[in-house]
């Protein structure tokens, strides 16, 4: 992409209302736009950034067998009616033809008559659906950008299961695939399972909380396990799960995962049943399990960044390598041309930003938008054998040539 | 895919409400699966479909340049008010913490500001903007399965122009790539530019309609030129516009595009200008181009089948091909499992009815799902040399080896 055609630059300043890094270098970097309070436009950057992280978690849910649908946003309200949920406070209520709707804050309400409609015979179990789809959550506070939002984007797969044997048999696969998932993120040191209220449903529900000072919420580290406890429950649980020790270290994260055991909470209210072996009509067991992108998006800016910007990880960075021409002289223009073109033909994911702009300007902007390899062409580059490339997270810039550049990044 | 895994199987009966053949189809094939009137689940086939639709528009958006956003389904009401839109009767009310909101049912009250932040002088357009996102509204009558929803899938571009001729040149750029994406899903031959009222805006705006008996709108159809007239505007363009002729013949069609010169509508409601050379404010040119790939899927079926099913063009089928196993003979298995391995191998896209039931409902569900190419494996086939193969839309089969049927279809 050249920069110069793209047409969300980044902002001299970020907004007034900016009120976390996150919105802060995602809005003044092109990513993002506020469109009201916690509902955003994501700008081409963000949007490349957003789909390769969707693309990572599809990727692990292909993985373990689940199969992608996609639900409406739009519901009956008979649906909440039918669970009990119809008075959640985030729930947005709105009446057309058609009679009272509710946008789905989650879709336990949808999925769970929808899987009904196909599966009646312990044979057709085990079920895992999953999709990518906006929520709606009427938020009394959205804030801290793209991390509390009203419309956010979210993965929620839901687990069927003919018994509990079953039910958490997957829960520890999908607990597993959510790990990977962080590890493919560049989170998965700082992202730990961690124990949480299962609500009514059952004991605990588990929570995968990354480590970040402005997190909103409190957790208490066994640093052995690697393994957390929400503040919600330590009165209950006030030692290590796994391994008993009451050595815990109280630190800030962010919610970047949950799931649950949802038992047959959802199935019993829509007369979900099944036949077993014997032909006796059983509850269907289910667990779902959420991870929203835009929130792991903002996570990612919380956790790397420096005081000039985002350092994307290289998985879900919007370019692999950003080159930036300075100075207007021929041969400059002409040579970034020619690498942009040659790493564009190697399926390097390349930005150019060959406009005509200050030194100071477009470095600044370079470390701003935080693509992994910066590439720098001038006429001093070129007079030292080539092209000065500089890793976003490194200090040190250094020369070399086409062919060096490209074994090193691509 | 193994068809014996998927949860959304076909249903021996399509449900009651299903009012046209792309509900009935859709639905009885495990494609869609309806929410509320007008609003449907999407589940694994129909969702590869869908996303095929959508790859194709990408891709000829990304041709002309257009750059991809994803803007919000969730806007504040106050961006209606200015531009005088808040009564649409489609339009979607709901309120919340932070205010009054809407659902966009289209998004120019959203990308004219968001545009209007980045563009300020001639030397910023033009810029092309386009999104592949839900829509809501709030139709007194939703019908017609997929094809007029109250949430919908919608690819919408919308331009930004510092004159008329930049505009007007632009505008006759998408038009090629729209007939280039019909094309590409099989309706090119049937799908007409359609002269059609401009609204206040200006005095024609286009849409493209396929001829289809079902179809909502009237056109009057220039056969000569490929060119339709709605019946809207018949009293004031009772001609050809491109060869004058009056010879037209009525038919009728579905509305798959619409393509609109906004002119400057939107840009002054927002008090979008820009600079020119002289540095003098100028408004700015809009136009917009809507596509609705939920819509698209809808019209397929209705134009592709016959009274067994859904016969897909091959470029957006949820597969290439379908193996379909007759009889449990382990040489039957055997050789079904390797042909689907090796297809597989060979990046074919193929499903694999795997499953243990009779030869009538196997055979009756592959003609409804409408997979372009149907393989029988079956003692019978295996003992005639191999694999009994049939297109879909044709009516005889022919029994070949591996090799040839890999080359037929690969």
Not at 340 to 361: P, W
Not at 393 to 407: P, S
Request: a negative charge; charged letters at 25%; glycine letters at 8%.
């Amino acid at each position: 992409m050249r920069y110069s055609q793209l047409f969300s630059k980044t902002k001299f300043e970020a907004p007034a209302d900016a009120d976390s890094i996150n919105a802060q270098f995602l809005s003044q970097g092109g990513f993002i736009a506020r469109q009201v309070a916690g509902v955003y436009n994501y700008l081409p950057l963000g949007l490349r950034v957003l789909v390769k992280i969707q693309k990572i978690i599809r990727d692990e849910m292909n993985a373990l067998g689940a199969q992608e649908v996609l639900m409406p946003a739009l519901t009956q309200l008979e649906s909440y009616i039918q669970t009990g949920r119809q008075e959640i406070d985030v729930l947005f209520h709105l009446e057309g033809h058609g009679g009272k709707f509710v946008l789905n804050q989650s879709h336990e309400e949808v999925i769970t008559p929808l899987v009904a409609q196909f599966a009646f015979s312990y044979r057709d179990f085990p079920v895992a659906v999953y999709q990518i789809q906006n929520k709606f959550r009427n938020e009394a506070r959205a804030r801290s950008g793209v991390l509390r939002g009203r419309e956010f984007n979210m993965k929620d797969l839901y687990s069927f299961h003919a018994n509990e044997e079953d039910l958490n048999a997957y829960y520890e696969k999908v607990q597993a695939a959510y790990h990977r998932i962080y590890a493919r993120l560049g989170l998965g040191d700082i992202t730990l399972l961690t124990y949480a209220s299962g609500g009514s449903f059952s004991k605990y529900s588990h929570e995968f909380q990354t480590l970040c000072d402005i997190g909103e919420d409190t957790i208490y580290v066994c640093e052995k396990c690697k393994i957390g406890i929400n503040k919600e429950i330590i009165d209950d649980q006030n030692a290590c799960p796994k391994c008993d020790s009451k050595d815990l270290v109280q630190k800030k994260a962010i919610e970047v995962g949950n799931i649950f055991k949802l038992r047959t909470r959802f199935s019993t209210a829509f007369g979900f049943t099944y036949a077993d072996e014997k032909g006796e009509r059983k509850p269907v067991e289910m667990g779902c399990y959420g991870i929203g992108p835009s929130r792991v998006m903002g996570t990612l800016v919380e956790v790397f960044h420096d005081e000039k910007g985002i350092i994307w990880p290289e998985s879900i960075a919007p370019f692999t390598a950003h080159i930036v021409t300075l100075g207007n002289q021929p041969e400059v223009l002409e040579s970034a041309n020619e690498l942009y073109t040659q790493m564009q033909n190697l399926g390097v994911e390349v930005m150019i930003d060959d406009r005509d702009e200050s030194t100071g300007k477009k470095l600044n902007d370079s470390d701003l938008i935080g693509i992994p390899w910066r590439v720098v062409v001038s006429a001093r580059s070129l007079k030292n054998g080539g092209f000065e490339v500089k890793k976003r997270c490194e200090k040190d810039a250094k020369v070399v040539d086409a062919k060096t550049l490209i074994t090193m990044i691509a």
